[in-house]
């Protein structure tokens, strides 16, 4: 017999950009328009924090856990998008994510970006992360807000691998997040549910 107030639209701040119909994709047309002498956007959308996420946690993802792997071309183990896959490398995850409190995180992304480039990763998209757009994140995304990330993705990686803003524009020692819509489009539920996040 209770009645439930209705929940508030959520609202993000926007602004409007005129870009030419030449062809290419607006989210494309929409990172050109923002790179200036002080701004590089780059057309990330889900494949900089997945491969971010992939590089941090590469040697947990495959590790010898039972059941995990029943053949060797496995871009990741069984369980990697599913809610278990947290619970059963608890212990491994958690110390890695501690590394996150020193400087060793990024030594540990680099290294695995080196000796990995190339190796199938559920989470790792390589034509994507290359190296220039590595350096720009290592440079800009404090490590607390990595940690944020990761520790909603490892509630469920396959529920929360997508979802993420179209561009990521650096500047000098920080960054902005920007989801891109044509006229007549509209946010997501999963695209939703990250922009509250942030």
Not at 14 to 36: I, K, M
């Amino acid at each position: 017999g209770l009645t439930i107030p209705a929940q508030k639209k959520a609202q993000f701040p926007e602004f409007d950009l005129a870009l030419p119909n030449t062809g290419e994709s607006v989210e494309h047309l929409a990172a050109q328009a923002l790179t200036n002498d002080r701004h590089t956007a780059c057309y990330v959308e889900n494949t900089l924090f997945n491969g971010l996420f992939g590089l941090f946690f590469w040697d947990i993802i495959f590790a010898a856990t039972p059941g995990a792997f029943i053949n060797a071309f496995q871009r990741g183990p069984l369980d990697l998008s599913s809610e278990d896959f947290y619970w059963r490398r608890q212990q491994a995850i958690d110390a890695r994510l501690t590394q996150l409190r020193t400087p060793e995180w990024k030594t540990l992304i680099r290294t695995h970006y080196e000796t990995k480039h190339g190796i199938a990763n559920l989470f790792v998209v390589w034509e994507a992360l290359t190296a220039q757009v590595l350096d720009l994140a290592l440079r800009c995304i404090p490590a607390d807000h990595l940690h944020s990330l990761f520790q909603r993705m490892l509630r469920h990686p396959g529920l929360y691998r997508n979802g993420f803003p179209d561009l990521i524009r650096f500047s000098d020692d920080h960054y902005e997040l920007i989801e891109v819509k044509a006229p007549g489009d509209k946010l997501q539920a999963n695209q939703i549910r990250w922009l509250k996040h942030f």
